[in-house]
Nanobody, 115 residues
Framework: QVSLVESGGGAVQPGGSLRLSCTLFGGRFGIYTMAWYRRAPGKQRESVATIEPEGRTNYTEAVKGRFTISRDDLKSTVYLEMNSLEREDTAVYYC?????????WGQGTQVTVSS
């Protein structure tokens, strides 16, 4: 059974940085498209960044130039490097792994941007 374990969330001031990590257990990491989603208070969950097995990436417009998604297939881990954080980035961030027809979710990690 596939499971995803996230880490790296926390509280940071505006302009600060955080790196989220998500490790996949119980599956062949290299076949999965990995993604980060977030759900801000009072809003729907949205896709933040995606990285395909071959390394192609995609970002939502709001984080382009500030966030970087990467993957280390040897460590079965996907990362989200977040720089120049803004208050609007405050949310619970979720890791997702998908390989049709399966989709798996992590438990979520809180990111709070506040002065």
């Amino acid at each position: 059974q596939v499971s995803l374990v996230e880490s790296g969330g926390g509280a940071v001031q505006p302009g600060g940085s955080l790196r989220l990590s998500c490790t996949l257990f119980g599956g062949r990491f290299g076949i999965y498209t990995m993604a980060w989603y977030r759900r801000a208070p009072g809003k729907q969950r949205e896709s933040v960044a995606t990285i395909e097995p071959e390394g192609r990436t995609n970002y939502t417009e709001a984080v382009k130039g500030r966030f970087t998604i990467s993957r280390d297939d040897l460590k079965s881990t996907v990362y989200l490097e977040m720089n120049s954080l803004e208050r609007e980035d405050t949310a619970v961030y979720y890791c997702n792994a998908r390989f049709w027809p399966d989709s798996y979710w992590g438990q979520g990690t809180q990111v709070t941007v506040s002065s």
